[in-house]
């Protein structure tokens, strides 16, 4: 018999740190494994935070923390929210979690009963369904188009809202797809949600500075839409400080308030010193983050171009984060080198086998007929990926 919980035996693992932690037993084996399968910056974290950490060590912050965080990094984020977002949170709207995907557990804990509804626009980062799905909530997923870049219109929202429709949960910049919302898409998606009040919108905002469209709109900055947006946010991808593992949330105070109860049941409060310098990322003039940006442009145009070069891949141009998104279907039925590819899942393992290159199969963010390439890595790297994918595939 089988003696953990339906909880955990129904839970999917998470696809992206299956593949990068594969591709690490590979090069363990002496491989020359090229990893395109996490996201995560190859940048250091910026010498004026480390700074801030050092100094928060000097100065003992080696205590308990507040469970819903400091309260002068709540007050720095809510400048932060202003600054970049227009946003007018308070401090009593806001909470500090252990990382971005936290808030979106503690979200869907404080606000989902069994059998409520939460429309996904596919693709979708892979956490969302799971998290929905432990939380007790039906994902209803929405197919985008390769040729609409990825963005759910309004008449597909319209149409995917039921009477047990609690929320949407989307990212802008996306992960896989990389594509932004502009103002005018969000917009007309607000004008549907103003329809249904009790329908709320999650809207994760991770990799807001990692933008190249010019512009960057929260839906919650359009009216009407504060008091049922949930914001989520944090300094894991733009300012590279994925192991310091601080999110946070701007939400109605209501759900801050439940989300402060559920994480002091679970967690408590996030890591003091981490707290202390994100207080320095988030003071911090976005333009100090051009450098990273700039080298993130620069590869994504390098990714596009070689891979517009590899027969049978269709890509379109991602206007943020660091990932390609290509539709590898035409490639299905086929026999590469005596392997049958059926499905994206296939796919990307054929190019693990054959190449050296580790990919995430699109099946894992909700489209089966793509899959994720991770540009946060050296051009060096990236040209010989894709050379050595294009040989493969020749």
């Not at 947006?229 to 946070?248: E, L, Q, S």
């Not at 990273?292 to 991602?318: C, S, T, W, Y």
């Not at 080198?337 to 190449?355: P, V």
Request: charged residues 20%; negative net charge; hydrophobic residues 40%.
């Amino acid at each position: 018999m089988n003696p953990l919980s339906d909880r955990i035996n129904n839970l999917s693992t998470s696809q992206t740190l299956a593949m990068a932690a594969l591709a690490r037993e590979l090069k363990a084996q002496g491989k020359d494994i090229i990893s395109l399968s996490l996201g995560e910056p190859d940048f250091n974290t910026p010498d004026f935070v480390k700074e801030a950490a050092k100094k928060a060590i000097d100065e003992n912050y080696s205590t308990y923390t507040p469970v819903e965080g400091y309260g002068e990094l709540k007050e720095a984020i809510c400048k932060k929210f202003k600054r970049d977002n227009d946003l007018d949170y308070k401090p009593s709207n806001i909470v500090v979690s252990t990382g971005a995907k936290q808030s979106l557990y503690n979200i869907a804990q404080v606000m989902l009963n069994e059998g409520d509804e939460v429309i996904l626009p596919a693709p979708y980062w892979v956490s969302y369904f799971e998290i929905i799905k432990l939380s007790g909530g039906i994902p209803v997923e929405v197919p985008t188009s390769i040729d609409n870049d990825f963005k759910i219109t309004a008449e597909q929202l319209e149409k995917a809202i039921t009477p047990k429709t609690k929320m949407i949960w989307y990212s802008s910049p996306c992960n896989p797809s990389g594509s932004v919302y502009s103002r005018e898409e969000l917009t007309a998606l607000a004008k549907v949600l103003e329809k249904y009040p009790n329908v709320y919108v999650v809207s994760d905002e991770i990799y807001e500075h990692i933008n190249f469209s010019g512009t960057f709109c929260s839906i919650a900055s359009i009216p009407g839409m504060l008091e049922k947006t949930i914001t989520v946010n944090g300094v894991a991808k733009a300012f590279a400080m994925t192991g310091w593992r601080i999110g946070y949330i701007g939400a109605p105070e209501f759900i801050a308030k439940a989300c402060t109860k559920i994480q002091g049941q679970v967690t408590s409060g996030a890591n003091s010193i981490a707290q202390r310098a994100t207080i320095a990322a988030v003071e911090a003039d976005p333009k100090v983050l051009n450098y990273m940006v700039e080298a993130f442009h620069k590869r994504r145009d390098l990714v596009v171009g070689l891979i517009q070069e590899i027969p049978g891949l269709k890509i379109n141009v991602p206007e943020g984060a660091f990932y390609v998104f290509p539709d590898v279907s035409s490639f299905f039925g086929k026999t590469l080198n005596g392997t049958k590819i059926e499905n994206a899942t296939d796919f990307s393992m054929y190019l693990l086998s054959q190449a050296n290159v580790a990919t995430v199969t699109g099946d894992a963010f909700g489209n089966p007929d793509c899959i994720r390439f991770s540009y946060a890595t050296s051009e060096e790297l990236l040209v010989e990926a894709l050379r050595r994918i294009k040989e493969a595939l020749a």
